[in-house]
């Protein structure tokens, strides 16, 4: 089955700085990479998306690029602020002929820090 | 997109007990799943909830001890049967991921068994 390796599992940086997290995948059928950050007891909220059709998305502060050949993806987070503090999990799933992207398998999480 | 609310959000249960968790979603959706995440761990997939009829269960899963029901398009239920303390973890359902929607999850319960 696919398997999802993120790193790292901890950053620090300093409010303003950039924040990049990277993720690898095993499955070459995968084609559907969400990221979610999970704040303290909440549930994971989905904060971007890219499909195997591109190769980068950005969503103001936020940019995803996905990798095919290498089979890796990253999420890119500049002008951190505070808040973004979380932990962030990459994911990665295969939707085909109408079935789900909902059926995800996990990186391991990184635990960013921004701090003010 | 729409609005998953999980209850109970956590419970202290005894070990042998079993717990049932309910997830209610805002608007009809074609795929429900339910997830564990271990203490300050990642989430892994338990089962996808299948309208009308029996779950399908990922490796390392089993209905006997996570029995699922999906009596609609709007709600499933998970049971943690017969407790350890090994089942302490967040259980969290999500919804939607259809080709054209995301999938979004609820707030989780937070089980500790003792």
Redesign the interface.
Same mark, same amino acid.
């Given at each position: 089955?696919e398997n999802v390796e993120q790193h790292p599992s901890t950053l620090s940086v300093q409010e303003g700085d950039s924040a990049v997290i990277k993720c690898t995948y095993s499955d070459s059928a995968s084609n559907y990479f969400?990221w979610?950050k999970q704040e303290l007891?909440?549930?994971?909220?989905?904060i971007i998306?890219i499909r195997s059709n591109v190769g980068e998305k950005k969503d103001q502060r936020i940019a995803v690029t996905l990798n095919k050949t290498a089979k890796h993806f990253s999420l890119h987070i500049t002008e951190t602020q505070p808040e973004d503090s979380a932990v962030y999990?990459c994911a990665a =799933?295969i %939707?085909a002929g109408?079935t =789900?992207? %909902?059926?995800?398998?996990?990186?391991? %999480?990184t635990i960013l820090t921004v701090h003010p | 997109s729409a609005v998953i609310s999980q209850k109970p959000s956590r419970d202290i249960c005894q070990r042998g007990t079993s717990l049932t968790i309910q997830c209610q979603v805002d608007s009809q959706v074609t795929m429900m799943f339910w997830y564990r995440q271990q203490p300050g761990q990642s989430l892994t997939l338990i089962a996808t909830a299948n309208q009308g009829s029996e779950a399908t269960y990922e490796s390392g899963f089993v209905i006997d001890k996570f029995p699922i029901s999906r009596p609609n398009l709007t709600f499933s239920t998970l049971t943690v049967s017969n407790m350890s303390p090994e089942d302490s973890s967040i259980y969290l359902c999500s919804g939607g991921g259809s080709l054209n929607t995301e999938a979004f999850f609820g707030q989780g319960t937070r089980l500790t068994v003792v």
């Open positions: 089955g969400p979610y007891g909440k549930g994971p909220q989905l998306d999990f =799933s %939707g109408g =789900s992207y %909902g059926k995800l398998t996990f990186g391991q %999480g | -």
